[in-house]
């Protein structure tokens, strides 16, 4: 975050939601929203020129090629913002797997909406207890020695016995496995910022 003003993208495609989103936090010393979009594909052109910090993202948006999920797994590969899902469902499953999906720091249930300040806080220069839950269910499909070579590849000191070979199909696995195309990608997503 570069400022003491958080910055937020609004992809929403209830419009009285979103309305009630974007009069919440402009009353609210320390929120900037910078726009709103309806749809997805929009949503990685407005992130990409906004440069939000927090994209605050509908998980069921209608009538688009891409659903939520997509549009902001591709919005934090090309952007340092952070994305919390907004999500009418309340099945733990489906939202702890959009999270996974998107790479995303955290989720607000519209139901709760009176968290959503204090979540957007907290996401925008932290890690919060939902960031190490998504965290540790993203590298649940990686195995023992694959998650030191998560490790390695983020830059953290690892003792490994594997000859390099193996440690180079390891890389390969870890970066499939995670459904990223290089390791500029997977540091880009999983290292600290703040």
């Given at each position: ?31 900037s ?11 990685l ?19 688009t ?8 797994r ?12 907004l ?14 999906g ?11 909406f009176?968290l959503?300040?204090?979540t ?38 690892v ?18 496995k ?5 390791q500029k ?10």
């Amino acid at each position: 975050m570069k400022t003491n003003t958080i910055r937020v993208l609004i992809v929403e495609d209830d419009l009285d939601f979103c309305y009630l989103i974007k009069n919440t936090l402009s009353t609210l010393d320390g929120f900037s929203v910078l726009g709103e979009c309806q749809d997805a594909s929009h949503a990685l052109a407005l992130a990409m020129e906004l440069q939000p910090d927090i994209v605050l993202m509908d998980l069921n948006l209608s009538s688009t090629d891409l659903d939520g999920i997509e549009a902001g797994r591709q919005i934090r590969l090309a952007t340092d913002a952070k994305i919390i899902i907004l999500t009418a469902f309340e099945d733990p499953e489906i939202v702890i797997d959009a999270c996974v999906g998107s790479f995303a720091s955290a989720y607000v249930f519209k139901s709760q909406f009176e968290l959503l300040t204090d979540t957007i806080r907290n996401t925008a220069c932290g890690s919060t207890p939902q960031k190490y839950l998504i965290h540790a269910a993203i590298l649940s499909c990686l195995s023992p020695a694959e998650k030191s070579v998560f490790d390695l590849m983020l830059g953290k000191s690892v003792d490994l016995q594997s000859s390099s070979k193996t440690i180079a199909n390891q890389k390969t696995s870890v970066l499939k496995k995670l459904g990223l195309k290089s390791q500029k990608e997977l540091v880009h997503i999983f290292s600290e910022k703040c």
